[in-house]
């Protein structure tokens, strides 16, 4: 099954997605805009997408803590959220304000309203 967008991009909403820790109930970053790339359609990189975001903020002790498991949603509009799941072979790049994850899955997420 072929996928309808190659390239999905936040919009006008702000923020335009968050990380959290939800066990802890705390807010690790929030971006400003985010980009996600489809990589393919067919063989091992089908359904896979690679996500460049801006952040606005990020708590760099709790973005650093591998203890805690963090949880990335991204904000399309006020209706339509997506949450990200690592793939098993993901590479994340965080610099200063810039994050880089090669490898996500993208799910529909109904529980960002009380984010806004």
């Known amino acids: 099954m072929g996928y309808l967008f190659k390239i999905l991009r936040s919009g006008d909403l702000r923020p335009a997605g968050y990380v959290d820790v939800p066990f802890l109930g705390a807010k690790v970053g929030e971006f ?8 393919g359609d067919t063989g091992p990189d089908a359904g896979l997408y690679d996500l460049r975001a801006a952040f606005s903020f990020v708590v760099a002790p709790l973005w650093n803590d591998t203890d805690f498991e963090k949880r ?3 904000r399309m509009s006020p209706s339509k959220q997506f949450r990200l799941e690592l793939a098993p072979n993901a590479v994340t790049v965080r610099q200063g304000e810039s994050l880089l994850i090669e490898r996500v899955l993208i799910h529909d997420f109904q ?4 984010h806004s």
Not at 32 to 39: E, F, I, Y
């Open 32 to 39: 400003t805009s985010w980009t996600l790339q489809r990589r």
């Open 111 to 114: 529980g960002a309203a009380a």
């Open 72 to 74: 990335i949603v991204l």
